[in-house]
């Protein structure tokens, strides 16, 4: 009993290490599970200057819309900064695209009078140790963020990249910055894409995704950080 035991643990151990290979194989130089462009590195710029990824046109596709595609629901939370300003995020944890693990988060681009609207009729106030409070949405309140368009993604993957899998995948960045907060976080800049990823020696990797006529926002707080110059 026990011999078969230790030979159940060890076919175990052994898929599991087989499904670790494969994932970091479709990173590094294989090509995805399916090809339907739900890969981080398919990203198709439309004529209109918008684009799409993850099969999610930005500043177009819903939030409903990405629910019904990933077959996920998301929990909508709005945030209160110490400065007065409002934003709400809608995030997915555990979500396989392309036989990829990641977390998803969705912005939008709801004005502040509303977004201050929503606050005063939040559920469950609480207090985060930035300062910031968050709140949970009514069902009306719910029902307009889902309506509304995603202007911003970002994409957090369970395994860890490198200079070299980013670079075989997206090309070489427009530019390099390190993080103002985090010197061990250097972005790479791809302006034209619209994305930013973020690689980390000790903490996740993040990609985050907007509209290119948007990218300043990703940009702008990096300035003041040392520049790398890209190769």
């Known amino acids: 009993m026990k011999a078969l035991i230790e030979r159940h643990m060890f076919l175990f151990v052994l898929g599991l290490s087989v499904v670790a290979l494969a994932v970091g194989f479709l990173w590094s130089s294989g090509k995805p599970v399916r090809e339907f462009g739900d890969v981080p590195w398919h990203i198709v710029r439309l004529p209109d200057g918008a684009t799409r990824v993850f099969g999610m046109t930005l500043g177009r596709t819903t939030l409903a819309a990405a629910q019904d595609a990933l077959g996920s629901q998301a929990e909508v939370t709005l945030f209160a900064t ?49 300062g910031e409070h968050r709140v949970s949405l009514g069902d ?12 911003g993604i970002t994409y957090i993957p369970m395994i860890d990249l490198d200079a070299q899998m980013v670079e075989h995948r997206f090309g070489k960045p427009a530019e390099k910055l390190h993080d103002r907060e985090d010197a061990g976080v250097v972005h790479w800049l791809y302006p034209a894409e619209g994305l930013d990823v973020a690689l980390s020696s000790t903490g996740k990797d993040v990609l985050q995704y907007v509209l290119p006529s948007q990218f300043e926002r990703l940009r702008a707080p990096l300035l003041s950080a040392p520049a790398e110059a890209a190769p």
């Open 82 to 130: 110490s400065a007065g300003r409002y934003k709400v995020e809608a995030y997915m944890n555990d979500v396989y695209m392309a036989g990829l693990k990641a977390r998803l988060v969705f912005s939008f681009d709801i004005p502040q009078a509303e977004l201050k609207q929503m606050f005063s009729r939040g559920a469950r106030i609480s207090t985060m140790g930035s």
């Open 140 to 151: 009306a309140d719910l029902k307009r963020v889902r309506a509304a368009a995603i202007v």
